[in-house]
């Protein structure tokens, strides 16, 4: 009976060391890739339970395919561990509704619980671990005596019990709240939101897919509600405003400081969708002081934050200055790079800078904070679309004039 429990006490400390070794490892490989130090898992102590599970169900494995090449045994452990981190993300994100990792950014995954690039990382692991960690622990682990192991082993189960408590507690916490931030996203200041989220600071250094992961969810909300609204207004006016320019005295009287600078006016060399940054932040700007208008909102600050939402100097297809944001990176950058160049030439207030930072929602995370700034996003969404599509229609006619052209050449040489 003793010898029974000693074992039992016995497994749960190899149990608790392993979970200790798996938080370090994370420890190590996260601190490195944050550089900063994170206490990764969502215990609060040193140690992660998966990792702890994982080394258990490798040793089973190995027990049984001990023979086999290591070829066939790679396959093996490779589909354990896939099966293993699979649940494990897919039973998280049913119970606690929040995906704690996420891989769906990365190449050949299966619902962003797993994916290859790691498994193939997580299986030589686990290889690794097998060969040379775990019989040099066994070695060790059996040269305690047994009052100890057996000391050692209830002082864990303790505290395990006691952390997974309020580790979870914690977590349904964090739920809740991200929970009561969809709901009321619109009635919370940017500060009370920072607080709340805040508190879970651990948690969300812990898991950091699990912010993209709120924020996304949070932007899908906010997204379909607004696109329902909005939509209908902005067909009423485009219609209304069809062949139409900007006639309203009120309109140019808002923006005349900033249509005579120098500084903006250079915005006509920039060449933009289908015509120049100029044209098109024009176009965005009376769309949404209309609409603005129309929903009786602030229509000044409307119209002066969407006429320098993209104020940015450069050709960001094609240039060579290396501070400036290349292809890829404009999309996300140039928000901020408009913010600027606005605050450096021209006096703004609060709601013109959150238009011209947000105007890129939801690819820029964080989304906007007044009702004008959605009403720009949206014009500047809508009209670039149609920027897109016409330029796309012309090179299409001008394609096809050109190869029309050139079969009347040949039909005219063949008579
Ligand atoms: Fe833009
Ligand atoms: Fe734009």
Redesign the pocket.
């Known amino acids: 009976m003793w010898n029974d429990t000693v074992n039992l006490f016995y497994y749960v400390l190899l149990f608790a060391i392993y979970c200790f070794l798996g938080w370090l490892l994370e420890v190590i490989y996260r601190s490195i890739t944050q550089r900063t130090f994170v206490n990764p898992g969502f215990l609060f102590g040193p140690f992660i339970p998966i990792y702890g599970l994982g080394a258990f169900m490798v040793i089973v494995l190995q027990h049984i395919f001990q023979g086999w090449h290591f070829v066939p045994r790679f396959f093996v452990f490779g589909l354990a561990v896939i099966i293993m981190e699979y649940m494990a993300g897919f039973l998280s994100e049913k119970i606690f509704k929040l995906k704690l990792w996420d891989y769906s950014e990365s190449r050949f995954n299966l619902q962003g619980h797993v994916c290859l690039h790691f498994s193939m990382i997580w299986t030589l692991l686990a290889l690794i671990f097998v060969t040379f960690i775990h019989p040099e622990v066994l070695r060790q682990v059996a040269l305690l005596n047994d009052v100890f192991t057996k000391t050692a082993a209830i002082v864990f189960m303790v505290y395990f019990w006691i952390d997974y408590t309020f580790s979870v507690m914690s977590l349904t916490a964090f739920r809740k709240a991200v929970a009561y931030i969809y709901e009321e996203y619109f009635n919370l200041s940017s500060v009370e939101i920072e607080d709340i989220l805040k508190t879970f600071q651990r948690l969300r250094e812990a898991f950091p897919d699990l912010n993209k992961y709120v924020n996304q969810n949070i932007n899908r909300r906010i997204k379909s509600r607004l696109d329902s609204f909005l939509r209908p207004i902005y067909e009423k006016i485009v219609l209304e405003m069809e062949g139409r320019r900007p006639f309203e005295e009120e309109y140019y009287e808002t923006i005349a400081d900033i249509l005579q600078h120098e500084e903006f006016l250079k915005l006509k060399d920039y060449f933009h969708h289908n015509s120049s940054i100029y044209h098109h932040v024009h176009d965005v700007a009376y769309l949404s002081y209309r609409i603005s208008k129309y929903l009786k909102l602030d229509y000044r600050s409307t119209a002066r934050g969407a006429l320098l ?2 104020f940015f100097l450069y050709d960001w297809r094609n240039h060579d200055v290396p501070d400036l944001p290349r292809r890829k990176f404009h ?1 996300l950058e ?2 901020a790079i ?1 913010a600027a160049n606005a605050k450096k030439h021209f006096s703004i207030n609060d709601m013109e800078e959150d238009i011209i930072k947000k ?2 929602w939801p690819l820029t995370f964080i989304p906007p904070k007044y009702k004008e700034s959605y009403i720009v996003s949206f014009a ?1 969404k809508y009209l670039s679309s149609k920027e897109f599509i016409n330029e796309y229609k012309k090179r299409i006619n001008r394609y096809r004039e050109k190869k029309a052209h050139k079969r009347k050449k040949t039909n005219l040489r063949g008579d």
């Open positions: 939402h993209d999309g140039h928000p408009a105007h890129m500047d």
